[in-house]
């Protein structure tokens, strides 16, 4: 008896050693159903680069882990995914690096305004080691980061008059994302700054609980804001990015394998999105005024008045990140200059 119990334990020593390759591989990808959400519509830059990562890992996983995407916030808003996510109720979620801040402060950095001047500056940044260690600091929190995408500059909408100088702000009330960064730089500038997931934004437009809002082109486009909003001021005032994101309690049980398929995946489908979004968005002016918007270039002095009229609001960055990462940002920014 003891015989056979040494030689079945040699046996299994000898085959996971001598590699049976191929079990052990397979073995490291377990069947898993991957439950990712997202706060755009399918039809969006968003929707487009969640389902490009989906067949990746398919592709990769030879089916094993299937990603069930939902898109349009059917898993709830940003901030309900993420406390999902902790909690680990739901895998993964792309969204808002801004929504985040609530649970890891040093993500306000990214909404310094006029931190970047040009994408690949963005790219630059985010992707290096500042970048990197930012994401990290997600992990004491419950999640991982993965990859940054591009949301891109945001631009103003209202539907009270064009944006031609900070002052044109005063009294209207606009939507600005949940974030103390965003509701003291829209403060600032004058105007009724009020914070609401965007999950409900289309409909604050619409019933006019909010005269304005500001993102994207891209999504001004996808999320048909030109159907309830007629003004759109061309302000650049700040580069959004998204982030990927797993939930950690999660994560940590997947095997090496599977963590590096997602993750590949993520990154593939980062550079696609970043390509997409930046071709969406040089076409998407042209989009927007055929569906009937009057668009605006603000003028270069008076971008220099918002910069300077939004200025005090970098110290709700700096309190909220910390002087030292605050300079070691501007440092890399500088460094990733155009
Ligand atoms: C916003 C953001 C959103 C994103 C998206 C829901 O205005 O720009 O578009 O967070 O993932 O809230």
């Known amino acids: 008896m003891k015989r056979l119990i040494i030689s079945t334990l040699t046996a299994a020593l000898l085959g996971s050693t001598l590699g049976l390759g191929q079990v052990h591989a397979a073995d490291d990808i ?15 830059n968003q929707g487009r680069a969640v389902k490009l990562l989906a067949e990746e890992v398919a592709k990769a996983s030879d089916g094993k882990l299937k990603v069930r995407t939902f898109g349009s916030a059917s898993l709830g808003s940003d901030d309900q995914m993420q406390n999902a996510l902790i909690g680990g109720a739901q895998e993964m979620m792309v969204g808002s690096t801004a929504t985040l801040v609530g649970i890891t402060k040093e993500m306000a950095v990214w909404d310094t305004p006029f931190l970047f001047t040009d994408p690949g500056q963005a790219d630059q ?5 500042v970048g990197r260690q930012i994401m990290d600091k997600l992990e004491e929190k419950g999640l991982v980061g993965l ?19 900070f002052e044109d702000f005063n009294g209207i009330k606009l939507r600005v994302m949940p974030n103390p960064v965003f509701i003291d730089t829209f403060k600032r500038m004058g105007a ?8 409900e934004l289309f409909t604050a437009l619409e019933t006019k609980a909010v005269d304005g809002q ?11 804001f030109y159907e309830v909003q007629k003004f759109l001021s061309v302000t650049n005032h700040v580069y959004s990015p998204w982030i990927v994101t797993a939930s950690k309690r999660w994560w940590d049980g997947l095997s090496e394998t ?15 999105e970043r390509e ?3 071709r969406e968005a040089s076409q998407a002016l042209a ?52």
Not at 258 to 269: F, L, R, S, V, Y
Not at 306 to 321: F, G, H, K, L, S
Not at 322 to 331: I, N, S, T, Y
């Open 276 to 278: 997409d979004t930046r």
């Open 258 to 272: 599977e963590q590096g398929i997602i993750m590949a995946a993520a990154q593939k489908a980062r550079d696609a």
């Open 125 to 129: 940044v985010l992707d290096g080691p």
């Open 147 to 165: 990859a940054y995408w591009e949301n891109g500059f945001r631009n103003v909408t209202n539907s009270a008059r064009p944006i031609e100088k």
């Open 214 to 224: 500001e993102n994207p082109y891209n999504t001004i486009l996808s999320s048909k």
């Open 30 to 44: 377990r069947p898993r159903m991957i439950r990712f959400g997202y706060g755009l519509n399918e039809d969006s």
């Open 192 to 199: 009724n700054a009020v914070p609401l997931p965007f999950s």
């Open 287 to 338: 989009a927007l005024k055929e569906h009937g918007m009057q668009i605006n270039e603000v003028s270069p002095e008076e971008i220099q008045r918002m910069r300077e009229q939004a200025q005090p609001a970098i110290q709700t960055v700096i309190d909220a990140v910390g002087q030292d990462l605050f300079d070691q940002v501007q440092a890399e920014v500088e460094k990733a200059a155009p």
